[in-house]
């Protein structure tokens, strides 16, 4: 494994992880600032698949996101029914753990451990996403 691929994959990495970061960090500020009810539960799970959807495209584009000017076919990786997937996924798991949504009590760390893992499982999916566009460039 040369330099550069070890390089690329430490990238790869701190990108999935920074996904899950900011899932974390999405829960964590909306709670901050409104109160837990229904509706709330119901837009934080909306939001939560914003931003994964979000950082799909981030993550998936990679470098060629800023390389608007070069028009290749690995130039978009990520397409319509990806970032939809994304966003559903942050959706679903944000349901799947909200009190209003779910009969489970875990506590808010075990809520924002759960929604880490989430967030650094999209971010690897769309790593993979990323490399399996560019592979079939």
Known sequence: MTPRRVAAVVVDLALALALGAAARLAHVYWYRAFETS????????????????????????GDRGLAATERRPDSRAWGPRSVVGAGAAGVALHVSIAPAFTPFSLGPPGVNAVLAAGGVAVGLWSVAVRRAARSSA
């Not at 229904?38 to 584009?61: C, E, N, T």
């Open 38 to 61: 229904v509706a709330v539960d119901l837009g934080g799970s909306v939001a939560l698949g914003v931003v994964l959807a979000a950082g799909h495209v981030l993550v998936a584009s």
